[in-house]
């Protein structure tokens, strides 16, 4: 099975910080990736799919992006309501999450 | 709008059995695959089960034998029957729509979860 390996496991940042949670494939998984952010008492919500295609309604500021098997999510500008988990996910494998707090 | 809403969790002791139901609205269950995803306390997300729209179905292997996956097209509805419930089994279940293409799958929408307490 291929595993997912996310970090960090936390993250500290402010707002207006531009911040960045990897995710690394076991093996190459051809940019089969989505992101997902959940924040506490709430279901998953899906930002985006196919590495780097954005979910309908999703804030432009979120983006991914691969390179062999590492796969990236970034934020380009942190805003308050983005402080959350976020949780890569391949087929049925997700990553552990990125737990993203305020410093 | 495209919804899922669960029901049927709740607190049970080891070995009994419980039903969860996601009714469907805004899409057809049976055109698509159909998940279940759980959260132990605490924990990340794990994958459950998954009805094809086929109605081929697969578990992960931890509740294979003991949880059973199915829809009731007629009610546009998702269920999942556990039985021998252990006491790891404890999580807040969700349901959620797979999408499936060739080279990509992504879970969306979810529901909103519901809570199963395996406690004695």
């Known amino acids: 099975d291929i595993q997912m390996t996310q970090s960090p496991s936390s993250l500290s940042a402010s707002v207006g910080d531009r911040v960045t949670i990897a995710c690394r494939a076991s093996q190459g998984i051809t940019n089969s990736l989505a992101w997902y952010q959940q924040k506490p008492g709430k279901a998953p919500k899906l930002l985006l799919f196919a590495a780097s295609r954005l979910q309908s309604g999703v804030p432009s500021r979120f983006s991914g992006s691969a390179y062999g098997t590492d796969y990236t999510l970034t934020i380009s500008s942190l805003q308050p309501e983005d402080f959350a988990t976020y949780y890569c996910?391949?087929?049925?494998?997700f990553g552990q999450g990125t737990k993203l707090e305020i410093k | 709008e495209v919804q899922l809403v669960e029901t049927g969790g709740g607190s049970i002791q080891p070995g009994g059995s419980l039903s969860l139901s996601c009714a469907a609205s805004?899409?057809?269950?049976?055109?698509?695959?159909m998940s279940w995803v759980r959260q132990a306390p605490g924990k990340g997300l794990e994958w459950v089960s998954v009805i094809y729209s086929s109605g081929r179905t697969y578990y992960t292997d931890s509740v294979k034998g003991r949880f059973t996956i199915s829809r009731d097209n007629s009610k546009n509805t998702l269920y999942l029957q556990m039985n021998s419930l252990r006491a790891e089994d404890t999580a807040v279940y969700y349901c959620a729509r797979l999408t499936v293409t060739p080279t990509e799958w992504w879970f969306d929408p979810w529901g909103q979860g519901t809570l199963v307490a395996v406690s004695s």
């Open positions: 805004g899409f057809t269950v049976s055109s698509n695959y």
């Open positions: 996910q391949h087929l049925y494998t």
